[in-house]
Antibody, heavy 123, light 108 residues
């Protein structure tokens, strides 16, 4: 059974950083990529970027460039998303989701999702 | 950036009825790289359709996707009680990947 297990909820002050983890199981971690998507309260889904666990390549949405870092540790099958200089409008549920990056863009659909990590930014 | 516009915003239907959801893109993108997701309250999204028309593993055949170019449709042939949720389209053919704003299918 394929699972993505995310770290627990976080409460941060404005200006701080948060690092969310996403531990994969049930498949060969290095043959897939991990995408990060967030959802503000009552809002829709927003794509943040992705990291290939195969070669470490990243692709960040321009909105988050310079403020986000995505990493992948193949030894523990865990992906991480760090977001810095947090603001109140970063309050959201952050999801990780896997997609197959090895066989080209026709496989870039997100077929398995984590349950989400709630990040609250408040003074 | 490709903007996806979903319509209607809310669809009020009864179980057993047919649901037709629309997703229109601001420009064409590569090879129908469009997916549909279902999201229920408090849950993560679930992949329903990829490549505009291919059902994901385990998805019932009452869900079908169609379309190409800039116009895509998700059809639920006969609504079951568990189908009421919010549905999102998403394109992965052009970076940045983008989602539609969602269509809520509610019980009439």
């Amino acid at each position: 059974q394929v699972h993505l297990v995310q770290s627990g909820a976080e409460v941060k002050k404005p200006g701080a950083s948060v690092k969310v983890s996403c531990k994969a199981s049930g498949y060969t971690f290095s043959t897939y990529a991990i995408s990060w998507v967030r959802q503000a309260p009552g809002q829709g889904l927003e794509w943040m970027g992705w990291i290939s666990a195969y070669n470490g390549n990243t692709n960040y949405a321009q909105k988050f460039q310079g403020r986000v870092t995505m990493t992948a540790d193949t030894s523990t099958s865990t992906a991480y998303m760090e977001l810095r200089s947090l603001r109140s409008d970063d309050t959201a549920v952050y999801y990780c989701a896997r997609f197959s990056a090895a066989a080209g863009p026709s496989y870039y659909y997100m077929d398995v999702w984590g349950k989400g990590t709630t990040v609250t930014v408040s003074s | 950036e490709i903007v996806l516009t979903q319509s209607p915003g809310t669809l009020s239907l009864s179980p057993g009825e047919r649901a037709t959801l629309s997703c229109r893109a601001s420009q064409s993108f590569s090879s129908n790289y469009l997916a549909w997701y279902q999201q229920k309250p408090g849950q993560a999204p679930r992949l329903l359709i990829y490549g505009a028309s291919s059902r994901a593993t385990g998805i019932p055949d009452r869900f079908s996707g169609s379309g190409s170019g800039t116009d895509f449709t998700l059809t639920i042939s006969r609504l079951e009680p568990e189908d009421f949720a919010v549905f999102y389209c998403q394109q992965y053919g052009s970076s940045p990947w983008t989602f539609g704003q969602g269509t809520k299918v509610e019980i009439k």
